[in-house]
């Protein structure tokens, strides 16, 4: 776990990061370390780039996690997903990578993340990945997003 004595970011004027590689995450004491709870974030407007063309794919992204001893700080997420907006990667690769990333340094007790992306070559391609089973007794809600329908 990663966790910065002081928030590099709230409170401070912090530039977008060149990369999500440079981009630091800052993680805060859970207020409630007790409890059972489950936090959302959603990014229904984030862009990476694609691999092989270089154009921009965009998709609608949902992170629920139960946290432990940590909770993600809101503007340093904010940067971080900002940062994909020059990266190139296919859906699976930034999906999972966020997922897996957000795991790791902040160990929660679980961790979910859907990407709902938009077509590319006319195919839409949503991509999942959690950490393993949901706690008992942890309120999931359905992440809300539906499938691609085409316009109307």
């Not at 059972?36 to 780039?49: D, G, K, N, Q, V």
């Not at 794919?57 to 992170?63: G, P, R």
């Not at 990667?89 to 679980?110: K, Y």
Request: charged share 15%; net charge neutral.
């Amino acid at each position: 776990m990663t966790e910065s004595p002081q928030p590099l970011h709230l409170g401070r004027q912090s530039a977008l990061p060149a990369s999500p590689g440079e981009a630091v995450l800052d993680y805060v004491p859970n207020p409630r370390p007790g409890a059972l709870y489950c936090i959302r974030f959603a990014a229904p407007e984030f862009t990476s780039l694609c691999p092989v063309t270089g154009q921009p794919d965009f998709a609608h992204l949902v992170i629920d996690y139960a946290p432990g001893a940590t909770i993600v700080e809101s503007k340093s997420l904010k940067l971080f997903l900002g940062a994909f907006r020059n990266h190139a990667g296919f859906h699976e690769d930034v999906t999972v990578g966020i997922g897996q990333r957000l795991f790791s340094e902040m160990a929660p007790r679980w961790l979910r993340i859907g990407g709902y992306w938009y077509p590319r070559g006319g195919i839409p391609i949503d991509v999942f990945w959690q950490s393993g089973a949901a706690p008992e007794g942890l309120w999931v809600p359905d992440q809300g997003v539906a499938s691609y329908r085409g316009r109307g």
